[in-house]
T-cell receptor
């Protein structure tokens, strides 16, 4: 199947700093990418939908100024957690929609720990 | 918007037995229903999916059935093996603002005991 690369896999940062997470579709073009947050033993919570070349659409309750999403090309979307706080600690996963076969493929996730 | 209910939340079976996980959805316009397997700390992996124009799909030991009238779909795993132990998520597609997205169930933790 298609490959989605997500980096970094793990990041530890101090409170108040910003963290950028990258999501790349390696062998297909992804006009749409999604960002999720997953708490331990819970389901995937959709944060935002990112369409190439346009502004991201955020789900209700997700602060767009805190979670900045950029989808500048057909293979790359980034999520920046600005001024991170301990409550932002979580597992963040991206996914990319392969328009050719209309299937969704996930990145490997990023475990963010804010001290 | 779409709401997806998944049951049971945990399921324990003996190796070789079958496992069934059920999901219901609320939006009758949903037309795509994938199932994902997620092992601890890893990415969800698509294991099987079904579209609304078919009622059943099989792939070796895994099958998915869809009942559009009742708005429910199920995952069936036969001859379970310990490596099938994982969390399984169902999902249903939901169209919002011209963009199609998936809504996930809360997951089922499957344990296959040797």
């Amino acid at each position: 199947g298609a490959v989605v690369s997500q980096h970094p896999s793990r990041v530890i940062c101090k409170s108040g700093t910003s963290v950028k997470i990258e999501c790349r579709s390696l062998d297909f073009q992804a006009t749409t990418m999604f960002w999720y947050r997953q708490f331990p033993k819970q389901s995937l919570m959709l944060m935002a939908t990112s369409n190439e070349g346009s502004k991201a659409t955020y789900e209700q309750g997700v602060e767009k100024d805190k979670f900045l999403i950029n989808h500048a090309s057909l293979t790359l979307s980034t999520l920046t957690v600005t001024s991170a706080h301990p409550e932002d600690s979580s597992f963040y996963i991206c996914s990319a929609l392969d328009r050719y076969n209309e299937k969704l493929f996930f990145g490997s996730g990023t475990q963010l720990s804010v001290l | 918007g779409e709401n997806v209910e998944q049951h049971p939340s945990t399921l324990s079976v003996q190796e070789g037995d079958s496992a069934v996980i059920k999901c219901t959805y609320s939006d009758s316009a949903s037309n795509y229903f994938p199932w994902y397997k997620q092992e601890l700390g890893k990415r969800p992996q698509l294991i099987i999916d079904i579209r609304s124009n078919v009622g059943e799909k099989k792939d070796q030991r895994i099958a998915v059935t869809l009942n559009k009238t009742a708005k429910h779909f199920s995952l069936h795993i036969t001859e379970t093996q310990p490596e099938d132990s994982a969390v399984y998520f169902c999902a249903a597609s939901w169209l919002q603002g011209g963009s199609e997205k998936l809504v996930f169930g809360k997951g089922t933790k499957l344990t296959v005991n040797p």
